[in-house]
């Protein structure tokens, strides 16, 4: 289903953390942690199923104090749904531009930062990060029946894979 | 090399239980030879922090099993068969490192991050890596110089973002990486941190050969962006792992480079550190 006109900040399903400058989201269905820059997480919040587009451009430029236009809202707008953030998909709508023209344009016009998203997925199980006692490939190969990890998921070099 | 996977049927008839940071674990067996040598193995893994329970028949919440076929090692996990190995070494120094991420996945009001830790003049330099990323090598050229030793395995953060010590020794590797030994901080000259102390310092960092050092300070949500995947409870525990990782990002400063050789490298290190503690004063 969508719903260009009025965007709606997800709320299920995540843990949000705001820290100095950014917040962080950490999606609990994709075990994926989002870092949204100030000016995304703004956008993020202004989506309430309130505001249009453009009323959450004239609410980013009330509080920003600089020109904001609705391609930078959809700027953010299209990462969001990238990364499943809203409760509805929205399809960006850059008028047939790519996102780099869009960035290249809004740069030029703008005096606030560019809406970013920054994400990775937490690691499947800790013993991706640990060592597994395995000092070579010779005692730890992925297929060798003397691996020390479970399911034989050594990676030879040390360290378990997930 | 067959791939097939040997599989042993046994009972259980011998155990024992122990706590660690309020993690209560079973380990059962049908051997007394192979209980002792696990006993060994999760002493070795939490030393002072192995509180072992008498009470047979005790509630855990995880079970390790351990049994033998006089070839084979075979290790289970709440009653699964997740390992086994021809090597007693190995499949004992595999029962260490999956004991320790238990605890360290479920321990009680802490969050565990995969880092090296070592105190300085009463804060705390933290330095997160995978392995082979030469942390042991760093934490112990610190170590050498006066910095008190934490952990060369996980930083356990309290619910303050204070880190405590995690009691075991350097696991140094040598011979190309390919053995390691274990050494005590007094066998490098050093000594143990004892107290919780606040961090000041996060280190993102590994060893590239010909490397200049050139840090790069990382806002708070980049730096525990960073900081994440060391971070061991990320899934069971996520939204007090990241009240924890909030407060830890507040109060130190998170930095990024690359460094060379680790010796001349953490004489620098500490002198930065101050550098910052000062400054940080001052602002």
Known sequence: MKNPQFPIARTSGIVIQEVPEEVLVYDLDTNKAHCLNQTAALIWKACDGKRSISDIAKYVESLAGSNVSDDFVWLAIDQLNENNLLEQEISANFNGLSRRDVIKRIGLSTMIAVPVIASLVAPQSAMAATSCGCNNNLECGPTTPNSQCPANTCNGLGECRP | ?283
């Not at chain 2, 674990?25 to 329970?53: N, Y």
């Not at chain 2, 880092?115 to 934490?139: E, M, N, R």
């Not at chain 2, 200049?212 to 939204?239: A, C, F, N, S, Y």
């Not at chain 2, 680790?262 to 000062?278: Q, S, T, V, Y």
């Open chain 2, 1 to 283: 090399m067959s791939e097939e996977r040997l599989t042993i049927r046994c009972v259980f008839d011998r155990e024992f239980n122990f706590d660690s940071y309020g993690v209560r674990i079973k380990i059962e067996s049908d051997s007394q030879q192979l209980l002792d040598a696990a006993k060994e193995t999760v002493i070795a893994a939490f030393g002072e922090r192995t509180e072992l329970i008498e009470n047979k028949g005790c509630v855990a919440s995880h079970v390790f099993g351990v049994a033998s076929d006089g070839v084979n090692y075979f290790l289970f996990k709440d009653g699964e068969q997740v390992s086994f190995g021809k090597s007693d070494n190995l499949f004992f120094k595999f029962l260490n490192s999956s004991l320790r991420i238990v605890v360290a996945e479920h321990a009680d009001s802490k969050v565990f991050l995969h880092a090296g830790v070592v105190g300085w003049k009463g804060s705390a330099i933290v330095i997160p890596a995978s392995s082979f990323q030469g942390k042991s090598t760093l934490t112990a050229e610190l170590v050498k110089i006066g910095a008190e030793y934490y952990s060369d395995e996980y930083a356990v953060l309290d619910e303050n973002a204070l880190v405590h010590p995690f009691p075991r020794k350097l696991s140094m590797r040598y011979f190309g990486a390919t053995r390691r030994k274990e050494v005590s901080a007094e066998e490098l000259g050093g000594r143990y941190g004892l107290e919780p102390i606040p961090v000041r310092m996060v280190l993102l960092t590994g060893f590239q050969k010909g490397t200049v050092w050139d840090p790069r300070v990382l806002t708070p949500g980049v730096g525990i962006m960073e900081i994440i995947p060391h971070t061991i409870p990320m899934r069971q525990k996520t939204e007090f792992s990241l009240k924890v990782l909030d407060l830890l990002a507040r109060r130190a400063i998170i930095v990024k480079s690359a460094r060379g050789d680790a010796k001349k490298f953490a004489k620098f290190l500490l002198a930065f550190f101050d550098n910052h503690i000062k400054l940080d004063k001052m602002t």
